[in-house]
């Protein structure tokens, strides 16, 4: 496993690679991620109030790189996204794992599914006229089978959440946002690991931020604070403050593979009922159109 400060410079570095490839001229119709394919949780996770696309159904892939240096088992999502109506969507997706060999555990000595997840939202568009975008949401999760408790937190999540973001008319480039959530938590049968400053009950949260979008770069910054002590009347809070990159991969460096690529870097301030915590992300993120793969569409023809 790689020290913390050489997990931290590598993931500097792919910050700064990334970047450069902002400034590289965008190929004819260049692929923009939308408010759903940014929110790769452990580098952003904020949730942005606009939608999927009418009937739009997409297939999503999100192997955790990360796992490969902190955990025995690589964790990859299999989901699927679809747009009931313009304004509202709905998701399905399930976490799988197994050994990568790098550590204690052989290569797939281990494999299986730990959890599944299951969220919508609905977009209000502007009720308030204001000028803000406004969506409302929900998130439930909970262990599947009986994963190693490395991959999985072994608690039912259940999360309404409401949330807001302005595109800046003399800048559009820049996009700011804020939401709420409150999160319901209870133990399962299933043993869990919490990550450090992890919250185990109850409780509410805010969050804010902004975002700058560079050619196929966004950069996102995020600070978000959840306490416990509102519902639970419990001391339990955190803290985290979260810089980073997400990067629409140009069709020319995943050598023809099919798919909207998209890697995503951060690192992570947070603080806590166990004190402080820096650490750094990289996760990959893998988009299909499904129709397209089934041949119910055609791809799109650029002059």
């Known amino acids: 496993m790689l020290p913390r400060h050489r997990r931290l410079l590598l993931v500097a570095l792919l910050l700064a690679v990334t970047a450069r490839a902002a400034e590289e001229p965008a190929a004819a119709g260049p692929a923009k991620a939308t408010d759903d394919d940014l929110r790769i949780r452990g580098v952003f996770n904020s949730v942005l109030p606009r939608t999927e696309k009418k009937n739009s159904l997409r297939l999503i892939v999100h192997p955790h790189l990360g796992d490969l240096f902190e955990r025995s088992h690589l964790r990859s999502e299999l989901g699927v996204r679809y747009g009931l109506t313009r304004r509202w969507e709905v998701t399905a997706e399930v976490d799988s794992y197994f050994s990568h060999g790098l550590k204690e555990k052989a290569f797939f000595a281990d494999s299986g599914f730990s959890e599944i997840h299951l969220g919508t939202k609905y977009q209000l568009g502007d009720p308030f006229r204001w000028g803000w975008e406004t969506a409302v949401g929900l998130d439930w999760s909970r262990p ?11 608690l039912r999540h259940i999360a309404p959440y409401l949330t807001f973001s302005r595109q800046l008319v003399r800048h559009p480039a820049w996009r700011v946002f804020f939401g709420g959530v409150y999160e319901d938590l209870s133990a399962t049968g299933t043993p869990g690991i919490l990550a450090k400053n992890q919250l185990s009950a109850d409780n509410v949260g805010v969050s804010g931020g902004f975002l700058y979008t560079r050619g196929t770069v966004t950069y996102t910054f995020e600070a978000a604070y959840n306490t416990e002590h509102p519902t639970e009347d419990l001391d339990g ?36 009922h166990n004190g402080y915590d820096i650490g750094a992300g990289a996760k990959l993120r893998v988009n299909f159109d499904f129709k397209r793969l089934l041949g119910r569409k055609k791809p799109p023809a650029f002059k």
């Open 144 to 154: 599947l089978g009986s994963p190693p408790p490395d991959v999985t937190d072994g």
């Open 237 to 272: 809070e955190i803290a985290i403050v979260r810089p980073g990159i997400v990067w629409v991969v140009p069709a020319r460096y995943t050598f023809g593979a099919r798919g909207q690529w998209l890697l995503g870097f951060s690192l992570k301030l947070s603080h806590g």
